[in-house]
């Protein structure tokens, strides 16, 4: 008897071939066999002529949806249905959470078998587990698989529905989303706290005091028994102290007057409290609190945690990685126990196995948090991962084994001291156990490290005490605006609203980001000038779809439909179709949104208006005069604009860019000019000349614009900048910048280029041929980090019949795969590289070229061949839109 398993990925399934019968065939469906079209191409010609087919959605006929096979997809369908012929039953086990029981539910759609057929589910890719699961199988939920349709539907009516009101009113290639648009206010509304944010000034004392040859710092607390004010008294909208506080402000001279009169007088130990606090473990992680620690600790972004993750746990290492639940199996605590034991010794065993049980009323997810898998935990070590795999595998494994760790326990210290009529305060902890801090601290990457640093030890002191006053400090402060939400926080408040689904904030971060709604500033999150137009167009005509609660209370009904609590279509209807739904506030609105005011940010103390244009924001002044508008420079972020930046922008734009000098040797002017992605170089005037272009080069990283004088200029302008052959090619060696900054390269030809990053301490100005071939020589870092794998070939199979080129096999990070040119081809499933011969390769060349996936370049190409003969009407069409909520997996993620 065969059985015909599938799974999502090609990993995936070799990791679970290896705890099934050889009768068992596992194969992979790539993610999604089915979808709703991706563009108005895609839709087949009977349908195109109906108004709904834009959606994808029949809102006329009960909400039916229009599933389509895609293009890239269609070769793997044929491949299963050819699989499941040979077969005698069925087995879908594609994910245990809604998104992966949504797969499984079109797989059988698809392949409609006429074999037995089970649907199979595991949060983990272990021996145990997958034999547990084959006992236990089950039907499809179509509970869960409605619900999951339904907030597909849901995604795609907000999305088709509000973004082409976006392109119209605001700017072509927006997009709006159900959780995206909600996620973008929230970075629009800190923006807006921190634009309106007053400075406030306050001072105090610090004194460095010593006793028995031990210093601890003391800090100024009263004043005549009055508080000393502090950050926390000032109201951040107007920089002075909160109507009503009791408190002292002190200024700079008063500071230092009172410093000049306490600096040589006695200092009395008045009071001494000791306090016992006891510090417990965080639970194990959810999908949630997996993105904001990788973040903290690694900096990684939740999307790249999340692929992490995704491979992790398709390798057999960790379980599933999308889940809501803090629960941990009895399996699982005994293996955390044992690691405790082992690692740390019994003492660091709490007394009782822990047990932690969900708050969020609305998990839905898998049924046990992130950890490692199997019944013992290898270490991180043991595992032969290596750079972000390790690391990531590294935090999930202390933050499991430390939730079965024995409470810290620390003694907080305070001690009040009197110097005539001023209060001073010192503090001091004193971790009497560590417990689990021995093995996880948050936000640390070194618990011992963290441990230290957390310790504050003070000196043996009793009330009377007298320790003398080595130093004495007047120290000024500033209040801080609000700070902008990282990634970090923007997952955890995201969670704590209850807006979305874990599973998808990775890809809904990635999306505003990627379509201009906020950018990267070091780990924060800065909304654009588009950000606040597309927020003020949402918040004053569709309220609802940006409102943390309503969005909120969307999601529990979602989850309502999931348990049968609540019935997908009439919700669906009075949503979209309601008296008040979606589409009749957008025909009752779209006439009435002037795109002029759409299109313009009124920020609060500015006299200038801000416009998003063509070609990004531009600031607009009116005078007597006239109009005069500048483009906005990328950098320069809502909160940070003020009525004196727009004046040096509208400056230079009206007196010409600022003039360094001449080129010594063309005579040629130097400017330095701001654009929208920074400060740049130009050499020599415009002219009308299209196709004569001023050479421009932008500042490298970390230069300012005054920083920048003409011989720096010139250099820079020379770039790239030859350093000489290379010993062992006689190629030459250049040094540039480029989009990712400094770089140098080995020009080999026809062999392609090496290129190599520059490190902190080099100069692309003056670094030498030496260094170059240095940088050159050490192994190829990817932009994620890991070393890259070796360009020599597993295997050479021949050359290509038709150009001569080399036809190779090589290990890539996703398994084996074959080459040619710039077409790879993974390998068929269970077909080794040693039997693969060079015809069955040519087909799969063939194949791969043949469905437009082979490259950036070759799909750049066939679209701009679509363009030329199609014309615009054309072009209009074919435009995608997509609905970015989404809780689609990818092959990659």
């Known amino acids: 008897m065969t059985t015909l398993v599938i799974v999502e990925s090609p990993t995936k399934a070799r990791t679970i071939r290896n705890y099934l019968p050889s009768s068992y065939q596992v194969e992979a469906s790539m993610g999604h066999v089915r979808d709703l079209p991706q563009s108005a191409s895609e839709i087949p010609e009977k349908y195109k002529g109906e108004k709904w087919a834009k959606f994808g959605v029949n809102v006329d006929a009960d909400f039916e949806p229009l599933y389509l096979v895609p293009k890239d997809k269609k070769q793997v369908v044929q491949q299963l249905k050819a699989a499941l012929k040979d077969s005698d039953e069925l087995i879908l086990a594609t994910d245990e959470d809604r998104e992966g029981e949504s797969i499984s539910w079109h797989l059988l759609q698809i392949l409609k078998p006429t074999v037995p057929t089970k649907r199979m589910v595991f949060h983990e890719i272990t021996k145990d587990a997958i034999q547990n699961a084959l006992q236990n199988c089950r039907e499809i939920d179509d509970q869960v698989v409605r619900a999951q349709e339904t907030r597909r539907i849901l995604d795609r009516l907000v999305g088709y529905t509000l973004s082409p009101l976006l392109w119209k009113k605001v700017a072509w290639g927006l997009s709006a989303g159900r959780v995206q648009s909600v996620?973008?206010?929230?970075?629009?509304?800190?923006?807006?706290?921190?634009?309106?944010?007053?400075?406030?000034?306050?001072?105090?004392?610090?004194?460095?005091?010593?006793?028995?040859?031990?210093?601890?710092?003391?800090?100024?607390?009263?004043?005549?028994?009055?508080?000393?004010?502090?950050?926390?008294?000032?109201?951040?909208?107007?920089?002075?102290?909160?109507?009503?506080?009791?408190?002292?402000?002190?200024?700079?001279?008063?500071?230092?007057?009172?410093?000049?009169?306490?600096?040589?007088?006695?200092?009395?130990?008045?009071?001494?409290?000791?306090?016992?606090?006891?510090?417990?473990?965080?639970?194990?992680?959810?999908?949630?609190?997996?993105?904001?620690?990788?973040?903290?600790?690694?900096?990684?972004?939740?999307?790249?945690?999340?692929?992490?993750?995704?491979?992790?746990?398709?390798?057999?290492?960790?379980?599933?990685?999308?889940?809501?639940?803090?629960?941990?199996?009895?399996?699982?605590?005994?293996?955390?126990?044992?690691?405790?034991?082992?690692?740390?010794?019994?003492?660091?065993?709490?007394?009782?196995?822990?047990?932690?049980?969900?708050?969020?009323?609305?998990?839905?997810?898998?049924?046990?948090?992130?950890?490692?898998?199997?019944?013992?935990?290898k270490t991180s070590q043991e595992t032969g991962l290596s750079d972000r795999e390790f690391k990531v595998y590294d935090l999930i494994w202390k933050r499991t084994v430390a939730c079965q760790m024995?409470?810290?326990?620390?003694?907080?210290?305070?001690?009040?001291?009197?110097?005539?009529?001023?209060?001073?305060?010192?503090?001091?902890?004193?971790?009497?156990?560590?417990?689990?801090?021995?093995?996880?601290?948050?936000?640390?990457?070194?618990?011992?490290?963290?441990?230290?640093?957390?310790?504050?030890?003070?000196?043996?002191?009793?009330?009377?005490?007298?320790?003398?006053?080595?130093?004495?400090?007047?120290?000024?402060?500033?209040?801080?605006?609000?700070?902008?939400?990282?990634?970090?926080?923007?997952?955890?408040?995201?969670?704590?609203?209850?807006?979305?689904?874990?599973?998808?904030?990775?890809?809904?971060?990635?999306?505003?980001?990627?379509?201009?709604?906020?950018?990267?500033?070091?780990?924060?999150?800065?909304?654009?000038?588009?950000?606040?137009?597309?927020?003020?167009?949402?918040?004053?005509?569709?309220?609802?779809?940006?409102?943390?609660?309503?969005?909120?209370?969307?999601?529990?009904?979602?989850?309502?439909?999931?348990?049968?609590?609540?019935?997908?279509?009439?919700?669906?209807?009075?949503?979209?179709?309601?008296?008040?739904?979606?589409?009749?506030?957008?025909?009752?609105?779209?006439?009435?949104?002037?795109?002029?005011?759409?299109?313009?940010?009124?920020?609060?103390?500015?006299?200038?208006?801000?416009?998003?244009?063509?070609?990004?924001?531009?600031?607009?002044?009116?005078?007597?005069?006239?109009?005069?508008?500048?483009?906005?420079?990328?950098?320069?972020?809502?909160?940070?604009?003020?009525?004196?930046?727009?004046?040096?922008?509208?400056?230079?734009?009206?007196?010409?860019?600022?003039?360094?000098?001449l080129h010594p040797e063309t005579g040629e002017p130097i400017y330095i000019l701001n654009g929208n992605y920074g400060p740049y170089l130009q050499l020599g005037d415009v002219t009308e000349d299209k196709k004569k272009k001023p050479k421009r080069v932008s500042l490298p990283k970390g230069v300012n614009k005054e920083d920048v004088h003409l011989e720096m200029a010139v250099g820079l302008l020379a770039l790239p900048r030859l350093l000489g052959p290379h010993p062992e090619t006689g190629k030459p060696v250049k040094t540039a910048i480029g989009r990712f900054g400094p770089y140098v390269v080995h020009d080999q030809g026809k062999e392609g280029k090496d290129y190599r990053s520059l490190k902190g301490e080099d100069n692309v100005l003056t670094i030498t041929i030496d260094r170059a071939l240095e940088l050159l020589a050490q192994p190829k870092r990817t932009r994620g980090g890991s070393r890259s794998k070796t360009k020599t070939p597993l295997r050479e199979l021949g050359v290509h019949p038709k150009d001569g080129e080399p036809v190779n096999i090589y290990q890539g990070p996703y398994g084996v795969y074959v080459n040619h040119g710039k077409v790879n081809a993974s390998l068929p499933e269970g077909k080794s590289m040693e039997e693969l011969t060079l015809e069955t390769a040519l087909e799969l060349i063939a194949a791969k070229a043949s469905s437009g996936k082979s490259g950036r370049k070759s799909s750049k190409s066939t679209t701009s061949t679509k363009k030329k003969t199609s014309g615009k009407s054309t072009k209009k069409t074919t435009k995608k839109t997509k609905d970015d909520d989404q809780e689609g997996k990818s092959e990659s993620e």
């Not at 102290?241 to 008063?254: A, D, F, M, N």
């Not at 000024?476 to 807006?499: D, F, M, N, S």
């Not at 979305?500 to 809904?508: E, F, K, L, M, N």
């Not at 004053?540 to 997908?568: C, Y």
Request: aromatic fraction near 8%; charge should be neutral.
């Open 183 to 377: 996620a973008v206010r929230l970075l629009v509304t800190r923006e807006r706290q921190r634009r309106a944010f007053r400075k406030g000034t306050y001072w105090d004392l610090k004194g460095i005091l010593q006793r028995e040859g031990s210093s601890f710092d003391a800090k100024l607390v009263t004043l005549d028994k009055v508080k000393i004010a502090t950050g926390s008294d000032f109201d951040a909208n107007t920089g002075n102290i909160i109507q009503g506080r009791q408190v002292k402000l002190l200024s700079e001279l008063e500071a230092k007057a009172l410093k000049d009169r306490l600096i040589d007088k006695v200092w009395t130990v008045t009071n001494l409290q000791e306090r016992p606090v006891t510090r417990k473990p965080s639970p194990p992680f959810t999908t949630s609190t997996l993105q904001q620690e990788a973040n903290r600790k690694l900096g990684l972004s939740a999307r790249d945690t999340m692929r992490t993750a995704q491979s992790l746990y398709e390798k057999g290492f960790i379980t599933y990685m999308r889940t809501d639940s803090v629960h941990l199996s009895e399996q699982a605590i005994t293996a955390a126990r044992s690691c405790v034991e082992q690692k740390y010794g019994v003492e660091y065993l709490s007394p009782k196995p822990r047990k932690y049980t969900t708050k969020s009323k609305g998990a839905q997810e898998a049924h046990e948090a992130i950890r490692p898998a199997g019944s013992t935990f």
């Open 406 to 661: 024995a409470d810290a326990r620390q003694t907080q210290i305070v001690v009040d001291l009197q110097v005539e009529n001023a209060g001073f305060r010192a503090t001091g902890k004193r971790i009497d156990f560590p417990g689990y801090l021995r093995a996880y601290v948050e936000g640390s990457d070194d618990p011992n490290a963290a441990l230290e640093n957390q310790e504050v030890i003070l000196p043996a002191l009793k009330v009377g005490d007298h320790p003398n006053c080595r130093e004495l400090e007047a120290i000024g402060h500033e209040t801080q605006p609000p700070a902008r939400y990282t990634e970090a926080t923007l997952v955890k408040t995201l969670e704590q609203e209850g807006i979305g689904r874990p599973s998808t904030y990775a890809s809904i971060i990635g999306t505003i980001i990627d379509r201009g709604y906020a950018q990267k500033l070091k780990n924060a999150l800065a909304p654009t000038f588009t950000a606040f137009a597309v927020t003020n167009l949402l918040e004053q005509n569709f309220p609802d779809l940006v409102d943390t609660s309503f969005t909120a209370k969307m999601e529990r009904t979602l989850d309502e439909i999931a348990n049968g609590a609540a019935h997908w279509l009439p919700y669906l209807q009075n949503f979209y179709l309601g008296e008040k739904g979606l589409d009749n506030q957008v025909k009752e609105r779209i006439n009435e949104i002037d795109p002029i005011v759409a299109r313009t940010v009124e920020l609060e103390d500015l006299d200038a208006r801000v416009r998003i244009g063509k070609f990004g924001p531009y600031v607009e002044v009116e005078n007597g005069n006239g109009v005069f508008t500048a483009s906005i420079p990328q950098d320069l972020t809502p909160a940070e604009l003020n009525i004196e930046q727009v004046q040096v922008l509208i400056q230079q734009k009206m007196e010409g860019p600022d003039k360094l000098g």
